[in-house]
């Protein structure tokens, strides 16, 4: 006579999911950067407003623009948030978006003017690549969500969100390694690796995160094979 079994547990801790860790360390590198770079923020006499005082309104759009996306895009991969609170998810979804549309035009902007002071133009370039790249990448994850098809919704929404970082690995990169007092050239290395590497980095994700889904249920099929 056959006995029931219990149902085994083939997932470990909801808060060890690498997806947590990974979000983990992405608050790390936030948190490092407004450290290591942006500590003009809480200091008036910090030379560096000079420099940023010609454009000071428009980077305070694009900051404030690009924080809400930085900080808000997490929330958008909780499932437990989507189900449980689905309007506050499409809330949190379009001022992303907004944030988005704003921060990476304007972005651009900023690097342009720059570039009369003097930047390179290859940063110029970058901005408007890494720019085009999150704009295009979001809309193609708002097109998809638009019209029901969800899975493809967060593929495009992590590319996204991959692009995102670019402007946090720059700066971590740069001051974990010292790279960013070596001078021009090193920074344009660093910039464009982290713009050339944002989609493959981000679709590595998607493959690790597919076979962390399906490992439990294919270990659920050797057990009841047994």
């Known amino acids: 006579?056959?006995?029931a079994t219990a149902p085994m547990r083939v997932q470990g801790s909801s808060w060890l999911r690498p997806k947590y860790l990974l979000f983990a360390f992405f608050g790390f590198m936030f948190v490092y950067v407004l450290g290591?770079?942006?500590t003009f923020l809480i200091n008036r006499a910090d030379p560096v407003w000079h420099h940023y005082q010609p454009f000071k309104w428009y980077l305070l759009a694009h900051g404030l623009a690009g924080a809400c996306a930085l900080i808000l895009?997490?929330?958008q991969f909780?499932?437990?948030?989507?189900r449980k609170y689905t309007q506050l998810h499409h809330v949190v979804g379009y001022i992303y978006t907004g944030g988005v549309f704003i921060a990476g035009p304007l972005g651009f902007y900023i690097q342009f003017f720059q570039e009369r002071s003097g930047g390179p133009r290859s940063f110029s370039v970058a901005a408007i690549v890494d720019a085009s790249l999150w704009m295009t990448t979001t809309g193609i994850a708002m097109w998809f969500i638009l019209n029901g098809k969800v899975q493809q919704h967060r593929q495009w929404m992590t590319r996204s969100f991959a692009v995102a970082l670019t402007f946090l690995e720059v700066r971590v990169?740069?001051?974990v390694t010292g790279w960013d007092t070596l001078g021009t050239p090193a920074l344009e290395t660093i910039v464009w690796c982290c713009v050339a590497a944002a989609i493959p980095l981000a679709d590595i994700v998607l493959q690790l995160q597919?076979?962390?889904r399906t490992r439990p249920a294919v270990s659920r099929a050797q057990v009841a094979r047994t």
Not at 78 to 82: A, D, F, P, Q, T
């Open 1 to 3: 006579m056959a006995t």
């Open 36 to 38: 290591h770079n942006e």
């Open 73 to 75: 895009g997490p929330m």
């Open 78 to 82: 909780s499932e437990r948030l989507r």
């Open 173 to 175: 990169i740069g001051g």
């Open 210 to 212: 597919e076979n962390w």
